[in-house]
């Protein structure tokens, strides 16, 4: 098995979640969720791979997006979580905390 692999598959299935939440406390442009996410630990957050995730999103109905002048530079691109976003957002959540206390279990804690 290679670990590192696995590891890669894992973060890599986790970023959606991750980027909604993120958007749950409030609307944010792609460099900016980059740079908050890239400091946690784990995450290995990169500009090349939460592009094609908010595209995803946003052609799911699960964002949205505006444009909108910046002072630092070119226009940015603002995303925020719309109401069926929300909707998903809580089940993904509560299916995440299943997995985690099924997982907990099964190590005995």
Known sequence: ????????????GLLEIVILNFLRKGRSHGYEMVRVLKGIEGLEMREGNIYPILSRLQSDGLVSSTTE????????????????????????????DKIVLSIERVRGK
Do not use: C, I, V
Request: aromatic share 10%; glycine share 4%.
């Open 1 to 12: 098995m290679n670990l590192q692999n696995w590891e890669t598959q894992l973060r890599k």
């Open 69 to 96: 002048s910046s002072q630092d530079g070119p226009p940015r691109k603002y995303f925020e979580l719309t109401a069926k976003g929300n909707s998903a957002l809580a089940e993904m959540n509560a299916h995440w």
